[in-house]
């Protein structure tokens, strides 16, 4: 059969050809890996792509096609962002420092995802330790936008987020620590998830900020989210934070209510944070949001205001806290046991000094020192302490909030993907642009972002959906119904053609 359409196809879509004999896995990995060797030099979202293990593993889901022992996601393509340790493949975190590190083990979503049969087409790029709203701190150069490859893809999952856009996978694993998976999402026109922290085990995944980090998943759409975020959960005794709950099939739950109800929301109630739609928005934006919110209202949802008063301090609050768990986390690059190490140094402290300085970019080094600073002795009370209890205060408003409300919305980023540069030299101007998503991260809670439009320069616009704890069958089941009245999640830029 003609592989054409299957490259715009849900992975629902994959799923059926594959069960059906239409195609065979080794034939769905051929064909994205060719895509990816013809469009790749346009994006740069791909850092590691190893096609003999990729058609490996697609002879092996083959097999287990074959014996009827597949899974939903079995033979499908991924992409894993290169923040996932993967067992004998570089993991580079977008750094000079794990430049040339391979990997002994797996990282337990590579390792569930593995079990589920998928197939892995390579590692994509990324901000350098997951540090940027841009994907241009990469050491390996910054992923582009399809929609413009003159503009940021977002960060710092920008190369999945692209990869996605540009169908050169049809899902791919992302990681959140303020924004990384939601924002890319936006930019790129494409469906994020980031689940409640704990959800989904950090073991493997690189830390930048511990209590912060948390796996994700990006797909052209919820359905597509939803199949891939069940195959990443599940419990793991290797990290202390892993959640041991009961597995959830998301896919499931998006059937819950007929989707030939012409109210199929009816019930839902959805938080406007009167702190998220003040001034900073583009009008673009807000014109997008709140068509989208109208969309929401027709399906049978009902709207809200609410506050979240604290929210302006979360960014402030947010890169404390990150930095400081950053320049502790990051430490142990140190040019001793593994990753980069200087050429030419006179004693042990000048090779530590210089194997960081050398392996490490300025905007990481940047944030190792001012972590570093606001844990000091005199300056831990003052910044450290304080951001804590700003963080506890920001859950505390949305605990509050979701006393009156199902879910809250608003705009995923105040902007559109920026042009390559534009904000290279004014990071606390980048940092502004996680202001929506930052106060997800601190509380812990799950976010979405699903597109819901263009600005007047045809780049995407992103609507974000906040659930409370442990709602990201509701949050997905929303987006779901959404989309299945819109077509903002079928556009494709002209890369994708």
């Not at 990681?175 to 999402?185: F, H, I, K």
């Not at 793991?236 to 998301?250: G, I, K, V």
């Not at 991260?441 to 609507?463: E, I, K, Q, T």
Request: charged fraction near 20%.
């Amino acid at each position: 059969m003609s592989t054409a359409p299957l490259v715009e196809a849900p992975v629902s879509a994959l799923r059926r050809a594959l069960d059906a004999k239409n195609i065979s896995s080794v034939e769905l990995a051929t064909l994205f890996l060719e895509r990816i060797e013809a469009r790749d030099s346009a994006l740069n979202a791909f850092i590691t792509v190893e096609r003999e293990r990729t058609l490996a593993e697609a002879r092996a889901a083959d097999a287990r096609i074959a014996s009827g022992e597949a899974g939903p996601l079995t033979g499908i393509p991924l992409a894993h962002k290169d923040v996932f340790c993967t067992e004998g493949v570089l993991t580079t975190c977008g750094s000079k420092m794990l430049s040339n590190f391979v990997s002994p083990y797996d990282a337990h979503v590579v390792a569930l995802l593995k079990k589920a049969g998928a197939v892995s087409l390579g590692k994509t790029n990324m901000d350098e330790f997951a540090m940027g709203s841009s994907n241009e701190t990469s050491y390996f150069g910054p992923a582009r936008n399809p929609w413009k490859p003159g503009h940021v893809p977002g960060g710092s999952s920008g190369g999945s987020a692209a990869a996605v856009a540009a169908r050169l996978a049809p899902i791919a694993t992302g990681t959140d620590t303020g924004g990384s998976v939601r924002q890319p999402a936006s930019f790129c026109g494409i469906t994020g998830i980031k689940p409640t922290y704990g959800l989904v085990s950090r073991y493997g995944l690189v830390a930048y900020a511990s209590s912060l980090d948390q796996g994700g998943a990006f797909g052209a759409s919820a359905e597509d989210c939803a199949l891939l975020l069940a195959a990443m959960t599940g419990f793991d005794a290797r990290d202390s934070t892993s959640l041991d709950r009961p597995p959830e099939d998301y896919a499931a739950a998006l059937a819950a209510q007929p989707a030939e109800s012409s109210r199929p929301l009816a019930g839902l109630v959805i938080g406007l944070p009167r702190e998220f739609f003040g001034d900073g928005m583009s009008s673009d934006i807000r014109a997008a949001v709140e068509a989208a919110l109208a969309q929401y209202r027709a399906l049978g949802a009902a709207t809200r205001e609410v506050d979240l008063p604290n929210a302006k301090l979360a960014i402030p609050a947010y890169y404390v806290i990150a930095m400081a768990e950053a320049s502790s986390n990051l430490s142990r690059f140190d040019g001793v046991r593994y990753g980069y190490r200087a050429a030419e140094f006179t004693d042990l402290a000048d090779m530590y000094c210089k194997s960081r300085c050398e392996g490490f970019g300025a905007e990481v080094q940047r944030r190792i020192l001012a972590g570093t600073y606001v844990l000091s002795h005199g300056y831990y009370d003052a910044y450290y302490l304080q951001a804590q209890k700003l963080r506890r205060l920001i859950g505390g408003d949305f605990r509050r909030a979701f006393g009156e409300c199902d879910l809250i919305a608003g705009p995923t980023s105040p902007v559109t993907a920026w042009e390559l540069g534009a904000m290279s030299g004014d990071p606390a101007q980048m940092y502004l642009a996680d202001i929506y998503t930052t106060p997800v991260n601190l509380a812990g809670l799950p976010g979405l972002s699903h597109p819901c439009g263009f600005d007047a320069g045809g780049l995407p616009v992103g609507l974000q959906l906040i659930g409370d704890y442990f709602s990201e069958a509701r949050l997905l089941a929303a987006a779901h119904r959404f989309q299945q009245a819109t077509d903002w999640h079928l556009r494709r830029p002209a890369l994708a053609a």
